[in-house]
């Protein structure tokens, strides 16, 4: 699971290093989050960061088998006096 995280971190990150570096969102370099590719590769970490923290942390619902032997040695005897 730390693998993903941090290869999915890795991708944002070179993505976001990408559109710095081409100046595809900011054309005059002014942009403080994606006018440099250090700028950009900051922010895609982040977001990376984000998004695999988010669908990362989730899991299948297990089966519940039923109860165990030592959930059955648990119960208690039934009273003779309930009708």
Do not use: R, W
Not at 63 to 81: C, I
């Amino acid at each position: 699971m730390l693998f993903k995280t941090l290869a999915g971190i890795g991708l944002f990150a070179a993505a976001g290093a990408a559109i710095g570096y081409s100046k595809i969102l900011c054309a005059g370099g002014e942009c403080a989050i994606t006018g440099t590719p250090y700028g950009g590769a900051v922010f895609g970490g982040m977001l990376g960061l984000a998004v695999m923290s988010s669908i990362g942390g989730q899991s299948m619902p297990t089966h519940d088998a039923g109860p165990t032997d030592s959930d059955l040695s648990e119960t208690t005897e039934p009273d003779d006096n309930s009708v």
